[in-house]
């Protein structure tokens, strides 16, 4: 009888135990480099100095969109994004809002050299002024 109990007891654990079954694979922590990597990110919408520092991945400074922005009397700079062209404000006007900004109807889309850090200085790509739509960060050159 005690054999009997035992061999019950064995098969009812591994039926309901599920033996079988594969081990679960553990959830992978992140890792306290990658955590720190991903927090340490500036929105867009916020200051910066380098395109690594932007979620986004481009940082604009007002020395890329002279003389619209002429760093002799501002020094600015934002976390932004690309747009299309000169006439293409509405995709800024609703990142802007979408990102609360005080002045989101006044953000626009402006032409800036050598935006990206790694890009040569000449070209031209357009980017999103969330500057103007009182996002980023501005300082009076006095």
Do not use: K
Not at 67 to 78: G, T
Not at 103 to 113: E, K, L, M, Q
């Amino acid at each position: 009888m005690r054999n009997f109990l035992a061999v019950t007891a064995s098969l009812f654990s591994l039926t309901f135990l599920g033996c079988n079954a594969a081990p679960a694979e553990p959830t992978p922590e992140p890792t306290p480099e990658t955590a720190e990597q991903t927090q340490s990110l500036n929105a867009t919408g916020t200051g910066c100095s380098a395109d690594s520092e932007c979620a986004s991945g481009l940082c604009w400074v007002e020395a890329d969109s002279y003389p619209l922005y002429n760093p002799y009397w501002i020094r600015a700079d934002s976390c932004t994004e690309e747009c299309g062209g000169p006439t293409d404000h509405a995709p800024c006007r609703i990142l802007a809002a979408d990102l609360n900004a005080p002045a989101a109807n006044s953000a626009r889309c402006i032409p800036a050299r050598g935006v990206y850090d790694d890009y040569p200085y000449d070209d031209i790509f357009y980017v999103c002024d969330l500057v103007a739509a009182g996002l980023g960060t501005v300082h009076w050159v006095e």
